[in-house]
């Protein structure tokens, strides 16, 4: 038997959703939808949703088990505490909430409710990352010491609420904490450091370029970075261990691992011409000394998320998003705009 979902605001990711869920109808099935906007509702109506014109109605209906809450960011809060005090088990869209506060007051309701809450981060199921995380589980670049994660586009924040501070626009509500999510499930430590640079180019009222610096509590260095304005990309990652160093360019993973190998690298005599000038620090290392791989292989499924809330909800599975893993990142969302706006960096355990 299908959990029945019924998706609160049918527009970019509702329905993408909507097309996501219908592939594993075995696990889940969407059977409804209410949009404030009657428009965007009768589009998931001609897709064979019940369409609800109000919330209420929705939350009334019997039939659903799971809330799926896809709406701008400032209503989270209030439709999970609505949809949990409805009876219903609840997936938000990330960012959860717009700040670690209101999280407590959802997770507090999904307690007494024995509901089950989580987050939509789907992209801790992205091959990109997956990789990474492969790569520092089987230690193949020793330790690591300092991460680098980007994400970077040219064509600034879409002309939505994106835009909007009172709506939880700006990038590090909206790619910032996938990549901060992904970071602090793959560092296994608390953050005990963080420092923003929070930059407005082209959208005055909200952050559309930013800098994260993160500390982790087991000596690991982290940098994430999202631009709307860089017309020449960096890599999307960029790890630097005690073994080796592993980049990923771009969203197909090319990329590749260098380390250094059992041959012993010498320090030359004298002075080092190289093209960086009279240098030994930064003369290439003797190529005898080092050795290329390639990235490990991953099989990754987005559609996975769904599948372990379902399993969670039937007592299957052990939960993979908790809430308590989506507190940290929002103390850390709330760190960075502390950060940003004081010019300091904000020191804790997160
Ligand atoms: P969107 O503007 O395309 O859709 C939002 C929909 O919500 C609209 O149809 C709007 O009419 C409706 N809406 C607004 N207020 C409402 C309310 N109070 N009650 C019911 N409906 C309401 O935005 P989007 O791109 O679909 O983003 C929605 C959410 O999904 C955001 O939280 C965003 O951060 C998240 N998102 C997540 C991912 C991801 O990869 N996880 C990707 C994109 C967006």
New binding site residues.
């Given amino acids: 038997m299908s959990l029945k979902v019924g998706i609160?605001?049918?527009?970019?990711?509702?329905s993408f959703h909507h097309s996501q869920i219908s592939s594993i109808n075995e696990v889940m099935e969407v059977i409804a939808c209410?949009?404030?906007?009657p428009q965007?509702g009768k589009e998931g109506e001609g897709k064979g949703l019940k369409r609800y014109e109000q919330?209420d109605a929705l939350l009334a209906d019997k039939n659903i088990d799971i809330i799926l809450i896809?709406?701008?960011?400032n209503?989270?809060k209030d439709?999970s505490i609505q949809a949990l005090k409805a009876g219903k088990h609840v997936i938000c869209?990330?960012?959860v909430t717009m700040n670690a506060k209101e999280l407590e007051e959802i997770i507090n309701v999904a307690e007494k409710q024995n509901s089950i809450f989580s987050v939509?981060q789907?992209?801790r199921w992205d091959r990109d990352f997956r990789i990474v995380k492969k790569a520092i589980e089987n230690a193949i670049i020793g330790t690591p010491f300092y991460i680098e994660s980007r994400v970077q586009g040219s064509r600034g924040v879409p002309g939505?609420?994106r835009c909007v501070k009172e709506a939880g626009g700006g990038m590090l509500?909206?790619w910032g904490i996938?990549l901060l999510d992904q970071m602090m499930w793959l560092v296994d430590s608390p953050v005990v450091e963080v420092y923003a640079h929070l930059l407005s180019v082209k959208f005055p009222e909200v952050d559309d370029n930013f800098k994260l610096m993160l500390r982790f509590k087991n000596g690991i260095s982290a940098l994430i970075e999202v631009d709307t304005y860089t017309f020449i990309n960096l890599p999307r990652w960029h790890v630097s261990g005690d073994a080796g160093t592993l980049v990923i360019n771009d969203w197909d993973c090319n990329g590749k691992i260098v380390k250094a190998n059992t041959i012993e690298f010498k320090w030359e005599e004298g002075i080092v011409y190289t093209s960086a000038g009279p240098t030994k620090t930064m003369a290439p290392r003797p190529i005898e000394t080092i050795t290329e791989e390639e990235l490990p292989q991953v099989q990754t499924d987005c559609r996975d998320y769904y599948r372990n809330f379902a399993g969670a909800v039937l007592g299957e599975q052990e939960l993979k998003v908790t809430p308590l893993q989506a507190l940290r990142v929002m103390q850390v969302i709330d760190a960075a705009f502390y950060s940003a706006e004081n010019g300091v960096s904000v020191k804790g355990e997160f």
């Fill in positions: 609160v605001g049918y527009g970019g990711m509702g209410y949009d404030i906007n965007k919330l896809a709406t701008p960011n209503f989270h439709i869209e990330k960012p939509h789907n992209r939505d609420w509500y909206d996938h």
